[in-house]
C-alpha cells in the first residue's frame, strides 16, 4: 500500500526519531573514541564534532538545515521512493534500533575486543538507512563521517 497523506507526520516523526537515534550513538563514539580509534581518535573527533555542531546543535536553518526539518520538507512520493514507508520502514527501523542499541551497549563495556562485530554490523545497517534518507537532503555528511570511521577502525 503507498505512504498515504494521513500516514506522512508520523512516518516523518519516526525516520527523526531514527536519524537522532542514530546521532546519540555517534556522540556515544565521540566520548570513547580514544579507546576504540587510538591514534586517530582526534580527527575522528573533530570531525563528529563539527557534524553535530553545524547540523544538529546550532544549524543557521539556511545553509545548514536541521534533519528533522528536511524530513519534513520532503514529499511523501520521495519517500515512498526510498522505500521509507509501510512494512520497508518498520523494517528499517528495527534495524537502525537495534544496531543503535547494540553498538552502544558494546561501547559501554568499553572493551576493545566487543566492539568491532557490533560496530560492523551498525556501520552496514547505518549505511543502508542512511542512504535511504538522501532523498531527503540529509546523510551525506553523516555517511561520508561513518565511512571515514569504519576506514580507520584498527585490525
Known amino acids: 500500500?503507498?505512504?498515504?497523506?494521513?500516514?506522512?507526520?508520523?512516518?516523518?516523526?519516526?525516520?527523526?526519531?531514527?536519524?537522532?537515534?542514530?546521532?546519540?550513538?555517534?556522540?556515544?563514539?565521540?566520548?570513547?573514541?580514544e579507546i576504540y580509534f587510538g591514534e586517530n581518535s582526534g580527527e575522528l573527533s573533530d570531525?563528529?564534532?563539527?557534524?553535530?555542531?553545524?547540523?544538529?546543535?546550532?544549524p543557521?536553518?539556511?545553509?545548514r538545515i536541521h534533519p528533522e526539518g528536511l524530513i519534513f520538507r520532503t514529499d511523501r512520493v520521495k519517500l515512498q521512493s526510498a522505500g521509507l514507508y509501510g512494512a520497508q520502514l518498520n523494517l528499517k527501523e528495527r534495524q537502525v534500533t537495534n544496531a543503535n542499541k547494540s553498538l552502544r551497549e558494546a561501547i559501554k563495556e568499553r572493551v576493545r575486543s566487543a566492539f568491532n562485530s557490533p560496530f560492523k554490523k551498525w556501520?552496514?545497517?547505518?549505511?543502508?538507512?542512511?542512504?535511504s534518507l538522501e532523498v531527503t537532503g540529509v546523510g551525506s555528511a553523516l555517511k561520508e563521517i561513518k565511512d571515514c570511521l569504519r576506514d580507520d577502525l584498527p585490525d
Not at 48 to 57: A, H, K, L, T
Not at 60 to 63: I, Q, V, Y
Not at 123 to 131: K, P, Q, S, T
Request: hydrophobic share 40%; no cysteine; charged share 30%.
Open 1 to 33: 500500500m503507498p505512504l498515504l497523506e494521513s500516514d506522512e507526520r508520523e512516518v516523518k516523526h519516526r525516520l527523526t526519531m531514527m536519524y537522532m537515534d542514530t546521532i546519540e550513538t555517534f556522540r556515544l563514539i565521540l566520548e570513547n573514541s
Open 47 to 58: 570531525a563528529i564534532n563539527e557534524y553535530i555542531y553545524d547540523f544538529i546543535d546550532n
Open 60 to 63: 543557521d536553518n539556511e545553509e
Open 123 to 131: 556501520v552496514a545497517v547505518i549505511n543502508n538507512f542512511v542512504g
